[in-house]
């Protein structure tokens, strides 16, 4: 256990999490998986650090001892809180050679030496579970996971624990509540804004959707959506796939034609909603609401006529 007072410390720990932060975060929630996180953190509102990273260091150890294919390095775990949410952080970190040019003074020269330090703005991977989310939301996906210049390895995720690593449908839905709602330059059209986002995904190679690339894309700030996000404690994960029904909630169709005007989301168009019949002369539109409000302006205009 190291001073968490020492500047030093909280520079580091402020490093390492800035750089998670840059990372492209894949949100999920811990199993109860044995000898996981889960399973051997008995209470995650009173962490006993020191004794819980060596309980968690001599359950990884068992799971590589036999794999030739895991490299060496160092587990860093830490306890921070950053925007009123507490967070155990754990970050598998590296040594690297770096060099330095020292002044040899018995010699009046200098000198270069190669330094072996640790370096934690480049870390393998990383998880952050955040405390406050698990102990008060907990069916928030309150665990954030990311890579380093590597694939996450599948030891690192089964010793950490976890359950549903990828929800893509709750990422896309939060996608479209954010651009339905994130605050627009004056004179910019949320429709317009949609379409880009449509026009991006059918772009992608497997709809795969990159919300750092999107918001650069859409906002020109690869940063404003995730900014957003983090302000509105709105859960996203940095990398999903945008398909189907929920790709299409973000296309508009807009028809006007013989003193009708129709606009309506692409995936309002279906067999409950909107539906095309087989004559292909007749639209038939489904809506309780939409007939409530045309008998009420229909009722208005007889009123106005007596």
Known sequence: MINSENEQIIEIVETLNSAFSNRTINRAVLSEIELGFKSTIDDFENIDLLTVS?????????QIFNLSSAKGGYL?????RVASHNYLGV?????TTGSNIEFQNPNNSWDLELVRYLDVKHFAMGVRINISNLLNNP???????VKGNTNV??????WIGISNPVSENIDAGNLFE????????????RDEVKRQVYNYAKNQSNRLVNIRSLSEYVFEDPNKIIDYCDSQN???SHEFKLKGKFLNKFYKITAQADGIWIQANYDKFNEEDIRI????????????????IINEQKHRSTDYDD
């Open 54 to 62: 060596q309980l968690l260091c001599t359950n990884l150890y068992q």
């Open 76 to 80: 860093v775990f830490t306890l921070y």
């Open 153 to 158: 390895s599948d030891y690192f995720t089964n």
């Open 139 to 145: 069916d928030s996906r309150y665990l954030q996971l």
């Open 277 to 292: 019949l087989d004559d292909n002369e007749t639209i038939l539109i489904k809506s309780q609401d939409l007939v409530r």
């Open 234 to 236: 709105i859960e996203i």
């Open 91 to 95: 970050f598998f970190v590296r040594k």
């Open 178 to 189: 954010i651009i339905n709602n994130i605050e627009l330059d004056e004179g910019v059209d």
